[in-house]
């Protein structure tokens, strides 16, 4: 049983997308924000241990160097989800090519997620 009103149109995908970006917004901005902290805190710590000969100082600089690569990799892959949201858009709106793009998400999301799984 549906709870909209039956004075409420239903959403168009564009709406639904931008609301779907809006909500990695958050996601967004942290990796990000995550990235250049430890690209930074890991290059200035690096350079204070070279600087005064300490190796600790360097070695703990280098380990946050290198947890900035996989928060890159996480921050690229929302831009990447939302890019894809986006393209997404243009199939779904036209009435013609919706019915053909569900099907090949549905293909996609059950190959990908369901294990083989049908329904």
């Not at 990000?32 to 890991?42: K, P, R, S």
């Not at 921050?75 to 013609?96: F, H, I, Q, Y």
Request: some cysteine; hydrophobic content about 45%; overall charge positive.
């Amino acid at each position: 049983m549906s709870t909209a009103s039956p004075s409420e149109r239903p959403r168009t995908p564009g709406e639904v997308i931008d609301l779907a970006i809006a909500e990695n917004k958050r996601w967004d901005w942290l990796c990000f924000g995550l990235v250049i902290a430890f690209a930074t805190v890991g290059l200035v710590a690096i350079g204070y241990g070279a600087a005064t000969n300490q190796q600790w100082t360097t070695i703990g600089g280098s380990v946050a160097s290198v947890i900035f690569w996989p928060t890159l990799y996480y921050a690229l892959g929302v831009w990447r989800s939302n890019t894809a949201l986006r393209v997404l858009e243009a199939s779904l709106s036209d009435p013609k090519e919706a019915k053909e793009t569900f099907a090949a998400l549905r293909a996609v999301y059950l190959a990908r997620h369901a294990k083989g799984k049908t329904q």
